[in-house]
């Protein structure tokens, strides 16, 4: 058998080493945080696990590190949370299992964890914990016996963990489920008071306070010291508009002297919300036993206490106490934020709050209100405020909440206020803000806000009132002005006199005075006595130094023209140079009166004769203001350029 020839050997190229794809930014993002996280640089890292969270939702790997992260700081509400999506998106992960137990225990909820750590050992009884997890099951059991103690019948473990669901779903906003939780909970065992009062709360958060206030007064039946409920029913009440009511509950309130520092936290919060500072201060028995509450609790109390002493007058006191909280809770946000505010000028401060925006408006209201508002451009405007304002009139039926709100509320709540009036028109609101505007707190620009509302809606004049700004009683013009660009043909003036007038504008801006000066007089035969015409001749007159000419027609049109806009602003300005500040003042309060829309050229003369006034005076601030009001207007003006440039000489 003839031998097979050999294939002839194409020559062949060594292999290439195979590339690395290249890594993704969520590859890098997490490369990023794990070295952070070893160099224990915790918060730089949840920094970028955070921004990767919002880009790439529900990644295991980077909820994974987020839980180490809070676990290390720890932040062990946000780890629980994090543990709990964990969960969900990996049910049949024995780690993810494991993990959400002992976040349960770390959290105070002891039942959920036991009931998780049993059900971990039923379906993985061999996994590398499970010895783990049955002595925690045993200790557990202990912890759940001792809570009982005195209760007799004992509940078993799943019962108990519903009553740890719903305070789980409290502190993660999932109210509704909480609510049916609480509900099948109660018809068990309806005496259970803990559940009765969180079951209130959940109400109340869910917009239900018709339902909050029985269960609190429920509860108040079984039990008529009961701090939560009592706490509960003051802010409900007062909420409904039921004044005199809440005021005796919140003094049966403060008549309870707890020795357990986590109710002072409770009563600190009713008080603060009915503005009794003099009760919150007093509340603080023994400092040495903050250690006793829970991080959170203890910040949150001493910022009532903080807010309470500044409004008190002891500003250094309250300071000292945010400090204190911080070493709490190192990112609470309420002490952050008011050490934050005190920083700025006393003039766009706002007063201190330690209620955030959902202790006045619960979350399931503040998110009907939003989707209300993202709807607003796809609705006609009187659409929107009908619909606005029906929703309010649900969640607004007395102008002293909208007073207490604006008195001692955060910043989102006062705003969401502000808007809300603005965009409805709603009387209740209204009302609440009249005291707001004429206040001595908050932002100068916020009370600003306030009164240009009222003023927009009818219930201020259109007339001058005096608002508290830059630390003085200050007089306001409240009425908003439309500023236009566009031209505005004098209807008096015939087709050739127009004509006529638009050359002698263009001869003027390029220099040509004399020019411009023959196109007016011949204006003037046409259209004798024009007040417009006689200025503009005057402005071309003083082009070319004849300025005697000028002074004489302009002293004719401000006697003979009255109301004629620059033939006063002419006068005011000489005013201003004659030292008769308060009449030159007067000149321009008659002028703003007299029109709601100028053109953009009168505009530019009423500024720069303002700003020229409040120079004299020595009103340098106000003169900034005005100065920057001009700047977003017109920011292109020609004289602008000039007061810019003079900015620097002022003081």
Known sequence: MAKRKKKKQVPVSPPRPIQPAEKTDLEKGLDKAERLIARRAYREALNILEDLNQQYPNQADVL????EVFYQLKDYDDYLRVSYRLHQLMPDDPDATFDLAGAYVVNGLPALGLVTYRNYLKRWPHHSLAADAQQRVKTLEDVLVRLQAGREPLMDAETLALHDEVQ???????????IRVAEKLLSRYPDFIPVRNNLSLLLWLEGNLDRAIKEAQRVLDMDPTNIQALSNLSRYLYLQGRTEEALQYAQRLKEQRSPNPRDWA?????????????????????????DEMEPPIAAAFLCHLAASEYRLGRAKQAQDLWRRALKYEPDFPLAIENLENLRKPPHERYAPWSLSMEHWVPRSVLAESIRLLERAERRSEEQLRRSVKKFLERCFPYPSIVSLIMERGDPKAKEFVLRAADISGYSVLLEGLKAYAFSQ????????????ILNEHGVLPLTEVNLWLKGKWTPVLLRKYLVSGEPRPDPSMSPRGLELVEEAIEAMHAGQARRAEERLREALTLHPEHPGLLYNLAAALQLQGRNREAEKILDHVIEAFPDYFFGQIVRARRLVERGDLDG??????RLMRSREEFHTSEFSALCSVQIDLMLRRGDYETAEDLLKIWETVNPEDPNLRAYQSRRLTWR
């Open 266 to 290: 409770k009563q600190a919060e009713a008080l603060a919300f009915l503005g009794d500072d003099q009760g919150v201060v007093s509340l603080l028995q023994d400092p040495s036993r903050l």
């Open 168 to 178: 789980f779903c409290l502190n993660t906003g999932e109210y509704r489920r909480g």
């Open 584 to 589: 030159a003042a007067e000149v321009l309060k």
């Open 64 to 67: 994974l590190l987020m839980g």
């Open 441 to 452: 707190y908050d932002p100068d620009e916020k009370r600003l806000e306030a009164a240009r």
